[in-house]
């Protein structure tokens, strides 16, 4: 694409108005000006971006006033047009391939074209890379580091993880035997405990039709002095885990897909020293001020481009496009089936 | 009492069998020798005894293994008879008016005698405090000195706490002011409220009728920059008091009055770094081993004496019998009155 290619106007995909749940979100797509890079900025053309629990879990809770609210957090493209200064076509020329996040002045990555900053937000991917494959570069793995990361500091060399059959714990698997984490993954069906089990899962306790599983996920965190639990499911589950913990143990909330957390042992809290806390990334990121922050970033971009070559963060995405993100979303939360992964193609 | 009184046995109240709550619990007395002291310890005739939350959340909880359970965690009374060693008569000689507290031995304080070692375990009282006022001088003086300490230490000059009209309530509010911490009282009813405002309580919030108690309660929390929440309740309280809460504010939870946490927003743990975590004052004082523990039981015994002899712990007891204590606490706990406190007398 030629600078006299780019169009004047684009497609994006925002949210109207907020609503009870995403399907009752008012989500359209509007046509706006293509921006124009500044200084230290390049345009990428979108060639895809990954539909993460982080994107719809915001969407109905986005205040009236931030409205219209430009959809998608992470992207991947190709470089079409860069901005003055004079390292940043030789950081990232035209038709280099990139990943970005962090994107600023209210955009959203569901749009065809993005400006980001060439430092801090655009990273380049491998060449031989497929560049739809690195729509999900930025928040699943990183997340996945942070998880890691955070279960080393609390001193335990084990956790539980519910939702294990997601992307982001299919990364988890993958990844944990370089950082010596042991995953104990609970996951609702057989077919997801032989998914995992073929990517190297070795703990594995099936919750469907088995009234023992509690017991079994109790011998695991027994044999495997696991202290920590990562959870995404919320409801009943992060009391579940919190009874299970043993003393002192902790459960991280990451994801709320079963709504408000209930039935929480006080005793366990009060005699038991347990604790609840959440996981979030940005926080992981930011932890400590400025200067933990920087070294943390580089740790784990180095982890995440080693895995990246390594392919432990390549994904199978179901293809959506941005007409269809609404109605494939409430589809898939409908469907309750976890490890089904929605990607926003822009290049068709 | 001299040696020669001192009978060959003794009554005390033991949990023969425990139930599903306080009512179903089966509770006796029982009839066994009166212990001997050894080198370094005495005997003491009780006095009183103070019934704690954290006693009878403990009784339906205690394992049919551990019965006869010796209830009871705390007591004043006299010496009555010293065992050898050469500074135990001059430590606490026959006469010595003692609180008590840490028992060994499978021993409780609802019993006609106890031995307790003179050194760790048994402490002076002023000469001038009738003995039967110290029935309470430990569990909730200390947890009190615990609460404000813990409020201190998350950086945090105010904190919000329910069952504020506790007789630990009515502690944290007159020791408050020395420590520079503000506390904002929740209380069910005006007629506690009036209690809290007579004793020096500032900050009230009366939940009751009131159905615009959680903007009050947050507004006071935006004055006062409370970060930190203590709720003795649990149920669907915790879960509130955490959404009131600001950005990476704490609610410990030390009693569970009104059973599981509910109602804990995810979103409140991810993004808003919010934390659940339990109090416990054996926690708190063994927190950090040995080496921080002597300090720190120095520190909170110095304030708690000092409290002694300025009166913030005195208190309004209901007075029951051993034979007494079972249908009393029961009658208590299905009146819902919080603010009263059963002791019971061992001495009539």
Redesign the interface.
Known sequence: MTTEEIPKTMKRLVVKAPGKDVASCQIETEEVPVPEPGAGQVLIKVTAAAINPSDY?SWP?CRPEQCPFAMGKEGCGVVVKTGSGILTSLICGVGTKVGFSNLQNKQGSYSEFVVADAYTSVFRMPNDLPIEDAASFFVNPYTAIGILDTVKSEGSKAFVHTAAASQLGQMLIKVAPSQNVEIICVVRRQDQADLLRNIGAKHIVVTGKDDSWKQKLKAKIDELNATVAFDAV?GRS??DLLDLMPVKGTVY????LA??????????????????????LT?WIQHGGMLATIPRMMMAGHKVNTGLSGGWSSSKFKDTSLENVQSDIVQMLNSSVTGQKLRVRLDS
Not at 253 to 256: L, S, T
Not at 260 to 278: D, Q, R
């Open positions: 879990g809770n919320a992060a009391g909330v990451y994801g709320g709504g408000k957390v209930e039935n929480v042992n006080p005793m366990a809290l009060i005699y038991h020293e347990k604790k609840l806390k959440g996981f979030f926080a």
